[in-house]
């Protein structure tokens, strides 16, 4: 784990931009501090964090929010500017879904 937890959502974002660019050959993925990521100068996902010191050691819940998929409609009735994966990549069916998650899931873990 990085020794330094306030630099921990940075170094998951990059290790998320890595994993989309390796899986998906989507290269244009940016990271705005804190928390969020960016495709194509629009925000598609976020990054969130908690955590609890205690006297046994630390825990962390990572969370990560990704727009998977968002009608024209909300996409252009949004205050900011954003996106979806599926505008960028196939997304055939549900086990998609559990694909990225367990990838993700893995990619977090060897970054923690």
């Known amino acids: 784990m990085p020794e330094d937890l306030s630099a921990l959502t940075l170094a998951i974002g990059i290790g998320l931009a890595e994993f989309f660019e ?3 050959a989507l290269e244009a993925i940016q990271i705005k ?3 969020d990521l960016y495709l194509n100068q629009a925000k598609f996902g976020g990054i969130l964090i908690e955590s609890q ?3 046994n050691g630390v825990y962390l819940v990572v969370g990560v929010g990704l727009n998977i998929h968002l009608s024209t409609e909300v996409i252009q009735k949004a ?3 954003i996106t979806s994966l599926d ?3 196939m997304i055939e069916n549900t086990i998609f879904f559990y694909d990225l998650s367990a ?3 893995q990619k977090i873990y060897q970054i923690c």
């Open 53 to 55: 010191f205690t006297k």
């Open 22 to 24: 390796v899986h998906y």
């Open 103 to 105: 990838k993700i899931i």
């Open 79 to 81: 205050k900011q500017n």
């Open 87 to 89: 505008q960028y990549i």
């Open 33 to 35: 501090w804190p928390n």
